[in-house]
């Protein structure tokens, strides 16, 4: 691996972002600063209620009294969250366009710059050279341009069976008591600092309910993009599976290069009731900074769901491969008795990239199951850590859980980290956790490249194998975008 | 936490109050003063830091325990049920945190080996530090403490070449004849290059009144030396025992840590190495047996430093009733490290509802070309395996505590010294619920 190593600093190097690109749009955005004023100005700017208003305060209130964790195994400078801009929405989207055609072109401009996902997506919809997805696509985008929900697609077909996909202020709006039953339900206001802050300041967001019995009849898709300068996005996601439904929702984000850190803090919260299923799938791509740490995405993420009902089932998918800094634990509270929680995960760092992540796993009701299978590859200087909780209650009899964290180290200077806490109050739980690290073995190497493979080659074969559990729990639009994503990092990473 | 600073004011006082009965030079008297103010500073630990989470140090900080003037009175006879059967060694006995020369047996040691009271070591050797200066970094404001307050302990040294012919039983007592009484002892093994020594380090305790015990042991490896360290904690009901271990280890140097955690009502062991040098070897092996209202903490950090090192720990925890367990076993595998081959697994067995387990087997890595493996498991026995047991005329107590017995067994096995593993054996299956009949038979 010595030829590795010296080729991982110069290619790293070297290594640009692929959708680093600015687009120009101007943005409705309020001064720097954050306090109750600002948070009046949110509330007032998306037409919100008065108990809405009221609820933001309080988080506010709470946040306040809230110190930065300093537990993760990260090392930033301290943020100023004076010196931050907390509403950016573009101005195009004043007027709420009805159909894609509205649009802002610039923006359709920026979706085509990146390619992916939407190009696989018609691809695997069979669009031949379509510019955009239509109708006979059969996943539903909700654009999040910034910080407001620009564009809702399918919204016909979805309404027809029953599905509510919008975005979050719309839905404070129009379904006032579902989002006032539900929002914080899950990641209360002061759950931790950054949910308090997202509680607080959050500009939008997508909304999901899907009602009793229905099984969504396509994959929900959202677009995260932070754009301009100096703004964090604070994203606040709602998903409620009423008892016998399905969902499945995918997450990709990408953003533009920039050089000074963005923050992000958002908050998914989902519920399951009875014999409901819920899928969350995350391609997370943002601008990680270049190989000296300069600029990237700070990314602290509250992401749980709530296994309200028996038999339900929630299932976190993640594949991260963007930000500076990645702090993002989703996790399963499995209420119902017989529910379940999964959590896969691939986590890629390379250049300064940190992450910090994992998931918890909280066993309440009887015969409840989860399984955890991470895996984290560490490359250049590249700094990663898996933290996972698993706790079983004493209500939580019979409960399993299954654990297993591989780590992958590419070149010498990085470093890879487990964190496992096992937590376990009732005699019939029975888990079991593994975790290995290692590099790439130069016999399988050997073995790869002696059947012709150039090096390049090998490492992304050895490599996608590493991952194969977990991709293969992606939806299929994912699964192909992740594997070419994950590809061409490390064509950059392993010469 | 109003009641911090008096806490505190107590504990300085007390100091104050012993300062003079304190063995070691002024320069000692110096460092234990800088000691005293660091753990002033930082107070005991508590549950808002990440290594104390699962464990409460409450019930020691409502205390106001005092440093005994000297050793209680211990005869024979109440030692006699600690002397493992057949254990042919020599013995250093500290009571009450003092050396007590009536209760040790140390003639006939041989040329190289040095037996002797920590508190004699450092008045009669003028270099002698209260802190090793090979283990300069001794994390934890009880380390702090015990640097302050150490009145006593065992010291002992193995010359170049050195075997001791036959192991050194190191027994802590805690006498228990008056209220909250503390003993801060240090022991100390120095095991200089290519010398071998055995250590059964006993904490046993008599009384039945509350009191703490603050232990640091200190080993530093020569090269090639062995260190078979092999510690078993029989404190009584009300002791509340907090103990650190610190290896520093230099090439090819090679320790085995047994740990047997079996009394006290609350009982935390930090166990670390530092391997500095390649081919460098350490063995963590541990069984905490919680059973009643016991509280078990296990903390263990390996920290490869350098390259072609290696690591193997294994614990196990037996938790009945409602006992409460806490493992955390880090490995840190530093930039330089390449090489290390490590590896961890800690297992627990849950045998009732109320008891609790909280394991966290960490990997803290930092260079790329390693083996790292850890895994951790909990479960309960099976019942299949009580139930061939029970068709084969063993009672359903039995049946469990002979289960129960197997599972510690592998590691009971370990320790290499029959009349040992005979004595952690017979102590171990009494604790268990029918256990007692089947004592012989594991």
Redesign the interface.
Known sequence: ?AAHQEDVETLVAEREYEAGFVTDLESDTVAPGLDEDVIRFISAKKDEPEWMLDWRLEAFRQWKQMRTPK?P?LHYKPIDYQAISYYSAPKSAKDKPKSLDEVDPKLLETYEKLGIPLREQEMLAGVEGATYPTSNSNVAVDAVFDSVSVATTFKQKLADAGVIFCSISEAIREHPELVKKYLGSVVPRGDNFFAGLNSAVFTDGSFVYIPKGVKCPMELSTYFRINAENTGQFERTLIIAEPGSHVSYLEGCTAPQRDENQLHAAVVELVAEEDAEIKYSTVQNWYPGDENGNGGIFNFVTKRGDCRGDRSKISWTQVETGSAITWKYPSCVLNGNDSVGEFYSVAVTRGMQQADTGTKMIHVGKNTKSTIIAKGISAARGEQSYRGLVK?L?SANNARNFTQCD?L???????????????????????????????IGEDQMFYCQQRGLSEEDAVNLIVNGFCKDVFKELPMEFAVEAQKLLNVTLENAVG | MNDIAPLIDHYLAEYARIERQLPGSDANKRARKAALKAFGEAGFPDTRQ?DWKYTSLRPVEKRRFEISDEAGDVSEDALAPFLPADLDAYRIVIVDGHFSARLSMLDGLPKGVIVQSFAEYLESDAEATVQSEAIASQPGSLSDMNAAFATDGAYVHLAANAAADKPIHVITVSSGGHEERMAQVRHRYVIDASSQATVIEHYVGLGDKPYFTNIVTEAVMGQNAQLTRCRVQQESSRGYHVASFFAHQTRDSRVLNHGFDLGGRLARTDTHARLVDPNAEVHFYGVYVPTGRQHMDNHTCVDHDTEHSVSREIYKGVLADYGRGVFNGKILIR?DA?KTDSDLSCD?L???????????????????????????????LDEDAVFYLKSRGVEDDGARAILTYSFANALVQKVGLEPVERFVEAALMSKLPGGESYADLA
């Open positions: 691996m537990w195994h079983i004493p780590s180290l590419i070149g010498d200077k990085c470093g890879a980290h487990t964190f496992p806490y096992v937590e376990t109050k009732n005699s019939t739980a029975k888990l079991e956790h593994e975790a290995t690290t290692s590099k | 990440e930039k390449q627990a849950l045998l009732s509802d109320k008891a609790e387990v909280d394991a966290k087997p960490e990997l803290e890595i930092y260079a790329d070309d390693v083996v790292a493996a850890h895994g951790s498991t909990v479960g309960q």
